[in-house]
């Protein structure tokens, strides 16, 4: 009975999901749900990337926490619009909050929306928000054992961004084999080695996003 329920709601939340996809595509607009355990750097990475990303896009960020909303005060220094969502103890967001978060952005007027997930391994990897990417933060710093203890989490995503490698010989980790390990996961997804504090290790990132950014707006503006 208790999977039928899990069933059940992941049903209703993918339809949901699949009502914000259409949304995004009516609208233009390429999303991407960045996902990582807590402190593992989501926020310095947006931090770092917007400055790139706001000269090419209207962005917009939805941040999740479960109570704070400290992480969107980090990102107000960038004058974009920012919905907060408190999911008061959940440790994920899902299509429903998103659908909400929706209704308080003026969407014909972004182009680039980024959702930051609330920090947790296992939970978001199964919630279909309607986004385009799936984009995963693991830093080095968890400990080599995450990506096959969380191996649902590392297989579903399309980019593994590797952080804070600065530190990986502090912490004794073995970076190639790491890497290894996830391209063993997740053989098709991209995987890209950062120190998301330092701008200049994010150039290859930034440009894969733009790739894919550019799929999807380039042809809304075709139509």
């Known amino acids: 009975m208790e999977i039928k329920v899990l069933k059940n709601v992941l049903i ?10 259409l949304l995004f595509y009516k609208h233009n ?15 310095t990475l947006l931090e770092n990337s917007l400055e790139y990303l706001n000269n090419k896009y209207k962005t917009a960020v939805i941040e999740g926490d479960l109570y704070t909303s400290r992480d969107a005060e980090r990102l107000a220094p960038y004058n974009i619009p920012i919905v907060q969502i408190n999911t008061d103890g959940g440790c994920h967001l899902d299509a429903r909050m998103i659908h909400g978060a ?25 919630f279909d928000l309607g986004e385009h990417i799936k984009v995963l933060v693991y830093s080095i710093t968890e400990g080599a054992d995450k990506p096959k203890k969380y191996a649902s989490m590392f297989s579903n995503v399309d980019a593994v961004l590797v952080n804070k490698i600065d530190l990986a010989s502090i912490c004794n980790i073995d970076l190639e084999q790491v890497c290894n390990e996830i391209r063993e996961i997740n053989p098709k ?5 950062i120190a998301a504090n330092n701008r200049n290790t994010l150039h290859e990132w930034l440009s894969w996003l733009d790739k894919k950014a550019e799929e999807i707006i380039t042809q809304g503006n075709k139509k």
Do not use: H
């Open 12 to 21: 209703k939340n993918n339809a949901i999901g699949n009502d914000n996809r």
């Open 29 to 43: 607009i390429f999303t991407l749900n960045i996902m990582s355990s807590p402190g593992a750097g989501k926020t």
């Open 102 to 126: 929706l209704q308080s952005l003026d969407l014909n007027k972004i182009n680039l929306l980024v959702i930051e997930n609330v920090g947790n391994l296992v939970c978001p990897a199964s």
């Open 189 to 193: 997804g991209e995987l890209f080695k």
